[in-house]
């Protein structure tokens, strides 16, 4: 699987965006970019994923670099119930375990 | 609520023993998965089940096995048990446990804390 590098945490105001970046320069063509995320004491939560076009659902948007070796997770506007831990994973077509990594622990203030 | 239950959501052994951690998947999910989450290892995969098989393997110790079972349930076996397997346990399920085209979302439950004295 490719390998990502993301910040260890970020920081923003409630009601801000929010650009979560990740990079994941050895992925592979057919890899699908996933985004989860962990709130605290809960299991991880699927937040979107994408291929090569830039994604929008009711949580977040991803927009892929068209070399698909980076994506940036934006929240549109955060909120306090968005601090979690984000995480980004290419995953390949010829499996589906995730592998979480560290993640980027992001923080909401009011 | 992601519709994953497992259960027991605590427990507390101690070393040398042997525990069994369940999970019922989501109603229509086929693909059951382990993972293991410490402070030192992060969310580690385990183990995937699609429909009573099993499909994909990742650091699972030998000391721990799983089965899927023909209602879909699954459940992680952990023998043996050593200070170094207390970690929360997630169990996920998808309906059809693919990558892709287009991949399935894993819904993850809320995890069995173990402790392992």
């Known amino acids: 699987d490719a390998k990502t590098t993301q910040p260890n945490s970020m920081e923003s105001n409630e009601e801000e965006p929010v650009h979560l970046p990740c990079n994941h320069s050895t992925i592979s063509g057919t890899d699908y970019i996933h985004w989860y995320r962990q709130l605290p004491s809960q299991g991880p939560e699927y937040v979107i994923h994408?291929?090569?076009s830039n994604v929008n659902n009711r949580m977040a948007s991803l927009a892929i670099a068209e070399d698909r070796k980076s994506s940036t997770l934006i929240l549109h506007r955060a909120t306090l119930r968005d601090a979690a831990v984000y995480y980004c994973?290419?995953?390949?077509?010829?499996?589906?375990?995730?592998?979480f990594g560290k993640g980027t622990s992001l923080l909401v203030t009011p | 609520d992601s519709g994953v239950t497992q259960t027991p959501k605590h427990l507390i052994t101690a070393t040398g023993q042997r525990v069994t951690l369940r999970c019922s998947p989501r109603s229509g999910d086929l693909s059951v998965y382990w993972y293991q989450q410490s402070l030192d290892q992060g969310l580690q995969f385990l183990i995937q089940?699609?429909?009573?098989?099993?499909?994909a393997k990742g650091n699972i110790l030998e000391r721990f096995s799983a089965q899927q079972f023909p209602d879909l349930h699954s459940e992680l076996n952990l023998s043996s048990l050593e200070l170094g397997d207390s970690a929360l346990y997630f169990c996920a399920s998808s309906v059809q446990g693919r990558a892709g085209p287009p991949p399935d979302t894993q819904y993850f439950g809320p995890g069995t804390r173990l402790t392992v004295l």
């Open positions: 994973m290419p995953v390949a077509s010829s499996g589906y375990a995730l592998n």
């Open positions: 994408g291929l090569t």
């Open positions: 089940y699609y429909n009573g098989e099993e499909r």
